[in-house]
Nanobody, 124 residues
């Protein structure tokens, strides 16, 4: 099984910064892609930033230049540094990871998992 545990959300004033973390755990984990999405009240979940195993990144246009995604591959942890936050970016931020893991019998299985989400609130 694969678990994703997020942390780092909270309340920040407009223009402030937060750093989110997402730690992935599982047996013989191989992560092909990992990233962050967010969902504001009454809106659809949207991509914020993703990173593939080779290191390539993809950002939503609205966060380019302000948000940075990075990864500690050895720890299977991904970070999202968010600077110059705006009130409209108040949302629940979710971590998503895709890849493979090994079952207790040694079989490789694909996964596409979500974390439980962490609330980010930006006050004006």
């Amino acid at each position: 099984q694969v678990q994703l545990v997020e942390s780092g959300g909270g309340l920040v004033q407009a223009g402030g910064s937060l750093r989110l973390s997402c730690a992935a755990s599982g047996s013989t984990l191989v992560i092909n892609a990992i990233g962050w999405y967010r969902q504001a009240p009454g809106k659809q979940r949207e991509l914020v930033a993703t990173m593939r195993s080779g290191g390539s990144t993809n950002y939503a246009d609205s966060v380019k230049g302000r948000f940075t995604i990075s990864r500690d591959g050895a720890q299977n942890t991904v970070f999202l540094q968010m600077n110059s936050l705006k009130p409209e970016e108040t949302a629940v931020y979710y971590c998503n990871a895709q890849g493979t893991y090994s079952t207790y019998r040694g079989y490789s299985r694909a996964f596409d998992n979500w974390g439980q989400g962490t609330q980010v609130t930006v006050s004006s």
